[in-house]
């Protein structure tokens, strides 16, 4: 059976070659000034589109302002609903009267979005309480939403509550980053009319005409499957300084208003300053006035309050003192204020750090000397939690001998430039989920990096998250797993860390490191994250018992299925991630060039692999075990983590991929986790990812298919929950959404399927860093056609092939960019 490739390096170079499929697979690479024979004037015309509709399967708003597109819903007295809708005319009234039923309208638009709400509102009377709940699925909304609070944004509500007294437009100060539905209701008496609704959209808007990366297929399922995967990834992303802060300028002074996090805003200059004198003037509004002196960063420093006269929270009239260490506060003391302080009068504030001695002075008199050396550096900056606020001016710092570090009246929106304000993120990053939880956490990212760069390239989101994680690391090695993104640089390592999650969840920032050097080519950027890399498997390597294993207990053995109990003893799972970050430790040391560690990894890897086959696998069975402690419950993530990583031998892969199908794909939902009653019954598109890579790098691209129509196929088939996007995990019961209304309908670990499709069947992959020697090498199944683009550092490789089971001839059209280096295959195929 004769295959013809044709490969085109460039406009301007072609090559077609005519090969036994047998051969395909075993030539090397084809040197860019050689051609083979071209192609018969007489071969029939490629069967691939020439001008594909892919863009029309992209979900991303074409406008930052994005408007609802239906209405649901609506009940009580409710008139002109449908003009708050994406060209609508008129408005809508909604009106309650005292005694009376509540009137609602439910916005739909159309898929999921997030960003912050607004309400135009063109009159009112009574000054009624509109509130607005939002939620991903449908079945979940109500006048307070699906009550997923994001914790990393502070646990903010899903709902808010806005009391209308006047026309204008009300905006939101926090994000409701993921949301379909939303539903519209007043709660106290009055009439209020809008005249439109809708979300300023803040994640990622890469537009489908400038992805540097696409799929197209003759299954219009998997395109769909692949967009709504994409596109959750570009709702989980945001921007750098996206965020809203909780600060602001106006009237000539700095509000400093309530950020739920709880964290300082520091000067970003500072941090290697000792001995000050920090000036300022200060008005407190809602309950006190906080600053911060020596701040290394926002989890360690001097934090004093002024309570003010109606403070309930703390004790009315009173200066509070506290040493903040690793994210915690102790008390050094309280001091009753020599007279009440009122809110709406401005005071004079001086605090000065003198080695050891720290003075603080209100309005010209000695309120307080303590003495404590927990901080000897760092800079100054205001702190207020939620429900509190302050207004500040006049800001100076001076040494110790009278020189001016610092001066700034704080009367322009520019003085916010110099800060890192709490609840905006210093960095482009990508979250675990749109809604939920709103944070940076390694695991996801192992998902997030490759499928970000098979779509969009867009690699700061990816590169100023791993920063943020390393930045965190504790002083024994142990890096974050998880961190809010509003976080500014942490000043690595830090004593008490309170990001730490779990072993595994360490491990994974190794790995998304290699992916993200594997795809980029980053050089600087490995050897900058050299020292946190290496202090993570230093950690690791401690965690070793006597059979050369990693052990977990109490206090590290959390893991992804964080509603479940943690996982004790060896467990395999975590010790293939030690495995396989052992591996990539080698690649970036060596990328680094520093071979004594890249040598020692290598070794310590291979005893590793000798230790795990030798005590956590079943040869009997064709199984893992889930650990030493638990040899009966078949666990996915062992098994297919060691067929994806290498561990298990190669001779057994076929076995163990058949044993798993048989003992967990058996709910029409996708695979269980687990075997047994002991865990969930909830399935996970994160660890069906993991299995859908696994059968694809065995060549087992039926079952690969199966999984995705099975998983990915139920989460984008139309229904009361279908987003748009891809979700954090699906009950294995009855395929609903696994964890209720809280679930993350748009879930970044769930994105697999993008690098699966572009990297499989489209069958593009890096061979070496930065794609200095890549191969193409499709997996076709049961597909016609599939065609497409991947990023790469030197411009897109673009791929076109044609043919399926039982057809002969299989053509494929390969375009790199100028310049590029030439494939270290040549293009393949297998099944």
Same mark, same amino acid.
């Given at each position: ?596 560690? =890249? %040598?020692?990894? /290598?070794?310590? *890897?291979? $005893? &590793?692999? @000798?230790?795990?086959?030798? #005590?956590?696998?079943? !040869? +009997? ?75 694809? =790098? %065995?060549?087992? /691209?039926?079952? *690969?298919? $199966? &999984?995705? @129509?099975?998983?990915?196929? #139920?989460?984008?088939? !139309? +229904? ?75 411009? =897109? ?35």
């Amino acid at each position: 059976m004769l295959r013809r490739v044709r490969v085109l390096r460039n406009p301007r170079l072609r090559a077609t070659a005519l090969a036994c499929a047998g051969l395909l697979a075993a030539l090397g690479a084809v040197p860019a000034a050689s051609a083979a024979p071209a192609a018969s004037a007489a071969s029939s015309p490629t069967p691939w589109p020439s001008t594909p509709a892919w863009q029309s399967y992209d979900e991303t708003p074409t406008s930052a302002t994005v408007c609802p597109t239906a209405v649901t819903s609506t009940s009580g007295t409710v008139s002109g609903a449908s003009g708050l809708l994406c060209g609508g005319s008129g408005a809508a009234q909604l009106t309650l009267a005292s005694g009376g039923t509540a009137p609602t309208i439910v916005l739909d638009y159309g898929k999921d979005v997030g960003g912050v709400p607004f309400f135009h509102v063109t009159s009112e009377t009574g000054s009624p309480t509109l509130r607005a709940g939002y939620s991903e699925g449908r079945d979940s909304i109500s006048s307070t939403g699906d009550g997923a609070s994001p914790w990393a944004e502070g646990d903010s509500n899903r709902y808010d509550d806005y009391p209308v007294t006047a026309p204008g437009t009300i905006t939101n100060q926090y994000v409701q980053g993921g949301e379909r539905y939303e539903e519209l209701t007043l709660t106290t008496p009055g009439s209020i009319t809008l005249s439109g609704a809708g979300i300023t959209y803040i994640a990622d808007r890469t537009q489908a005409a400038d992805l540097a990366g696409w799929f197209n297929s003759s299954n219009a399922a998997l395109n769909q499957i692949w967009y709504d995967s994409e596109y959750t990834d570009q709702l989980d992303s945001v921007p750098a300084k996206s965020l809203p802060g909780a600060w602001s300028v106006s009237g000539g002074v700095l509000r400093a208003g309530g950020d739920p996090s709880g964290i300082p805003g520091l000067l970003t200059a500072g941090s290697s300053w000792g001995d000050y004198t920090v000036g300022f003037q200060t008005d407190v509004v809602t309950n006190q006035s906080g600053w911060f002196v020596r701040g290394k960063d926002v989890g360690d420093g001097y934090l004093f309050i002024l309570d003010d006269s109606t403070d309930t929270a703390g004790a009315a009239n009173t200066l509070q003192e506290f040493d903040e260490h690793g994210g915690t506060y102790t008390s050094l003391g309280t001091v009753a204020l020599p007279s009440p302080l009122t809110a709406g009068t401005w005071h004079t504030v001086a605090t000065t750090v003198s080695g050891s001695t720290l003075t603080v002075s209100l309005d010209g008199k000695l309120l307080s000397t303590l003495t404590n050396t927990a901080h000897a550096t760092g800079s100054v900056g205001f702190r207020e939690f939620a429900g509190e606020a302050a207004d500040f001016k006049n800001l100076t710092v001076t040494s110790s001998s009278g020189a001016t570090l610092f001066s700034d009246p704080l009367n322009s929106s520019a003085a916010l430039a110099k800060f890192a304000v709490p609840g905006t993120n210093q960095y482009a990053s990508i979250l675990d989920g749109a809604k939920r939880d709103r944070a940076i956490w390694s695991g996801d990212m192992n998902v997030e990096i490759p499928s970000v760069f098979y779509s969009t390239g867009n690699a700061a989101y990816l590169k100023g998250s791993l920063q943020l994680l390393a930045s965190y690391a504790r002083t024994d090695g142990a890096t974050a797993g998880d961190i809010p993104p509003q976080y500014p640089l942490g000043t690595s390592p830090q004593t008490g860390s309170g990001w730490f999650y779990s072993a595994d969840y360490s491990t994974y920032f190794v790995l998304g490191l290699a992916d993200y050097y594997l795809y980029s080519g980053d050089t600087a950027f490995v050897q900058q994250e050299l020292p946190a890399l290496k202090a993570e498997l230093a950690w690791n390597a401690g965690l070793l018992d006597g059979n050369g294993l990693v052990a977990t207990g109490s206090g590290n053995n959390a893991d992804w299925d964080f509603y479940d109990s943690g996982k004790n003893g060896e467990v395999t799972a975590y010790n293939l991630l030690y495995y396989k970050s052992l591996l990539d430790g080698a690649t970036l040391a060596g990328a680094a060039r520093d071979t004594t560690d =890249a %040598a020692a990894y /290598t070794n310590r *890897a291979a $005893a &590793l692999k @000798t230790a795990i086959n030798a #005590h956590l696998y079943n !040869s +009997g069975s064709g199984l893992y075990y889930l650990s030493n402690n638990d040899t009966t419950t078949v666990a996915q993530d062992a098994n297919v983590l060691a067929v994806l990583y290498g561990v298990a031998p190669a001779s057994d892969v076929s076995t163990v991929l058949s044993a798993l199908k048989t003992d967990l794909w058996t709910t029409p939902y996708g695979p269980k986790p687990f075997t047994g009653s002991t865990y969930a019954d909830v399935i996970s598109p994160f660890i069906s990812g993991y299995e859908l890579e696994a059968s694809f =790098a %065995a060549n087992d /691209t039926a079952d *690969a298919e $199966a &999984l995705l @129509t099975t998983v990915w196929g #139920h989460m984008a088939a !139309s +229904g009361p929950e279908q987003t748009g996007t891809t979700w954090e995990n699906v009950s294995g019961n009855d395929g609903l959404p696994g964890l209720g209304s809280r679930t993350n309908l748009s879930h970044g670990w769930s994105t697999a399927p993008v690098s699966a499709l572009s990297g499989y069947v489209l069958g593009v992959q890096p061979a070496s860093a930065g794609f200095a020697t890549w191969s193409v090498k499709p997996h076709p199944g049961d597909l016609a056609y599939a065609q497409g683009s991947v990023p790469t550092p030197h411009g =897109a490789i673009g791929v076109d092939w044609a043919g399926e089971n039982g057809v002969r001839q299989f053509s494929m059209e390969v375009t790199a960019p100028p310049g590029s280096p030439a494939p270290r295959r040549t293009p393949a195929t297998s099944t």
